[in-house]
């Protein structure tokens, strides 16, 4: 079974993360520039939330704010499930299936930042981890 700290490793994209008091347009600019879906809110090195794009469409769009007029912090998804590096991918999947999330922070053991996981990271990788088994059971099946 694959675990997070493989997909961590095989990921290619840099972590982007912003500071409380940038704006939701910062945190905006940054997702679009990068195709992504979530930036994590640090401050300094500690992980205090995770600003969304359901987030920018509940708490900023939808109220009519201006994204240039409100800080991340005031929106930003405070409470944040994370999941540590040795948990299997299929765990994540549940977690994030269960709990409707589509983006994870990941942490080690003394709570720093190791990266982010997305749900289309874990359903690639769980189908390669298929798609494995499937080829290893038609060569068996062959010989």
Known sequence: MKTIKQILDE??????????????????????????????????TKLIGIFTERDCLHKVTAPGLNPRDVAVQQVMTAKVRFVTPDLEVSQGLALMT??????????????????????????????????????????????
């Open 98 to 143: 269960e709990r409707f999330f589509r983006h994870l922070p990941v942490l080690d053991e003394q709570q720093n930042l190791l990266g982010i996981v997305s749900i289309g990271d874990l359903v690639k990788a769980k189908i390669s981890e298929q798609d494995f088994i499937i080829d290893q059971l038609e060569r068996y099946i062959a010989t």
């Open 11 to 44: 990921k290619k994209k840099p972590l982007t993360t912003v500071g409380p008091g940038n704006t939701v347009q910062d945190a905006i600019d940054m997702m679009m520039a990068r195709d992504i879906g979530a930036v994590l809110v640090v401050d300094g």
